[in-house]
T-cell receptor
Framework: EAGVTQSPRYAVLQEGQAVSFWCDPI?????LYWYQQPRDQGPQLLVY????????NSQLPSDRFSAVRPKGTNSTLKIQSAKQGDTATYLC???????????FGHGTKLSVL | GQQVQQSPASLVLQEGENAELQCNFS?????MQWFYQRPGGSLVSLFY???GTKHSGRLTSTTVIKERRSSLHISSSQTTDSGTYLC???????????FGAGTKLTIKP
């Protein structure tokens, strides 16, 4: 069974540039999470979906970040105008429902110069 | 405030020693998970343990809901156990999964 797949693995941007991250969850997993993990910190939830619906995006900086999961499978997280403070690893995770084990992708390591 | 607190923040042991990692939480919980992360690596699920004790090889996880704590015990540590150990919980009525800051474990040969 394929795990959670993320791309790209790395991204280096100048401030003000845009970037998109892509996530393919485990087949059949209805719940998908995006986390931001700054260096030497624990992951912090940005947004999560059940199927195509956003369940909670209260921690997503809405002026520059957006996330979609149009068919309830793959998901895209986009940063419109990156800032140095966005430097972090962006992790995607999926689960079969909530209150279930989480499975993580390898993450995308973003550096904003 | 801090809903999930892990201790110690870092731990250095000699190979063969046992490690005890703690996760304390300030709310009730629906689920508790422990993850392992190598530097620059992904998170690997170790335990899904909302209550009681579970074993996996040299690892043991114990969650005591009434005391609002969960622990991860590593026996006879090996250098390959080095990395960061993270706990994460889900609260009743709130499906967000919240992580602690992690314990950075270093096992010296």
């Amino acid at each position: 069974e394929a795990g959670v797949t993320q791309s790209p693995r790395y991204a280096v941007l100048q401030e003000g540039q845009a970037v998109s991250f892509w996530c393919d969850p485990i087949s059949g997993h209805d719940t998908l999470y995006w986390y931001q993990q700054p260096r030497d910190q624990g992951p912090q939830l940005l947004v999560y979906f059940r199927d195509e619906a956003v369940i909670d995006n209260s921690q997503l900086p809405s002026d520059r970040f957006s996330a979609v999961r149009p068919k309830g499978t793959n998901s895209t997280l986009k940063i419109q105008s990156a800032k140095q403070g966005d430097t972090a690893t962006y992790l995607c995770a999926s689960s079969l429902g909530t209150s279930e084990r989480l499975f993580f992708g390898h993450g995308t390591k973003l550096s904003v110069l | 405030g801090q809903q999930v607190q892990q201790s110690p923040a870092s731990l250095v042991l000699q190979e063969g020693e046992n490690a005890e990692l703690q996760c304390n939480f300030s709310t009730s919980l629906n689920s508790m998970q422990w993850f392992y992360q190598r530097p620059g690596g992904s998170l690997v699920s170790l335990f899904y343990n909302p209550s009681g004790t579970k074993h996996s090889g040299r690892l043991t996880s114990t969650t005591v809901i009434k005391e609002r704590r969960s622990s991860l015990h590593i026996s006879s540590s090996q250098t390959t156990d080095s990395g960061t150990y993270l706990c994460a919980l889900e609260r009743p009525g709130n499906e967000k999964i919240t992580f602690g800051a992690g314990t950075k474990l270093t096992i010296k040969p």
